[in-house]
């Protein structure tokens, strides 16, 4: 069965760094695009990045571009999203997830990271 | 950034019902819009994708359809398992952004 399973959450001060890994099982994890989105407490999903199969092109949103960085190792199956900076606004839930090879859209999610931002 | 706006926010209905969600675009989205549903404590799972297509293992009762700017998800006939939190989702302009989600809940 396919899996994404994420790792590497935790309780980060302000203005430090911490970095996401995803590992991806049972299927070809090289030919797949791949993204993170995160979900603040109570609130909704917000897409951050994507990464095309290859690790080539890199894609952000607004509000993390500069402080975030999406890649991957394809030898290892694994994705990482690595988060400098962080804010208080950071705290969420985040989510590794495959594209559709047929599609744009996501169709296999981790079952999240929970990071907290606070001192 | 294309701002997706969910209605109703809330959706009370009893199961055996249909339940009609609304998610309009700010702009065209082409035919690229899906539909998630996320129950407490879970990932989302994909419903619908391209507007209509149902996802792998996803029942008929749930079907989608509009183009543009204005989608519709249908279920059919609410069962028990489908009381979540839905949310629209559009690739169609970079870069891709969700609604704000509607609740369907048990009334």
């Known amino acids: 069965q396919v899996h994404l399973v994420e790792s590497g959450g935790g309780l980060v001060q302000p203005g430090r760094s911490l970095t996401l890994s995803c590992a991806a099982s049972?299927?070809?994890?090289?030919?797949?695009?791949m993204h993170w989105v995160r979900q603040a407490p109570g609130k909704g999903l917000q897409w951050l990045a994507g990464i095309s199969y290859n690790g080539k092109n890199k894609y952000y949103a607004d509000s993390v571009r500069g402080r975030f960085t999406i890649s991957r190792d394809n030898s290892k199956s694994m994705l990482s999203l690595q988060m400098n900076r962080l804010r208080p606004e950071d705290t969420a839930i985040y989510f590794c997830?495959?594209?559709?090879?047929?599609?744009?859209?996501?169709?296999?999610w981790g079952q999240g990271a929970t990071v907290t931002v606070s001192s | 950034e294309i701002v997706l706006t969910q209605s109703p926010a809330t959706l009370s209905l009893s199961p055996g019902e249909r339940a009609t969600l609304s998610c309009r675009a700010s702009q065209s989205v082409s035919r690229y819009l899906a539909w998630y549903q996320q129950k407490p404590g879970q990932a989302p799972r994909l419903l619908i994708y391209d507007t209509s297509n149902r996802a792998t293992g996803i029942p008929a009762r749930f079907s989608g359809s509009g183009s543009e700017t204005d989608f519709t998800l249908t279920i059919s006939s609410l069962e028990p398992e489908d009381f979540a939190i839905y949310y629209c989702?559009?690739?169609?302009?970079?870069?891709?952004?969700f609604g704000q989600g509607t609740k369907v809940e048990i009334k």
């Open positions: 049972e299927f070809t994890f090289s030919t797949y695009v």
């Open positions: 989702h559009q690739r169609g302009d970079w870069p891709p952004s």
């Open positions: 997830a495959r594209e559709m090879s047929a599609s744009r859209f996501v169709d296999v």
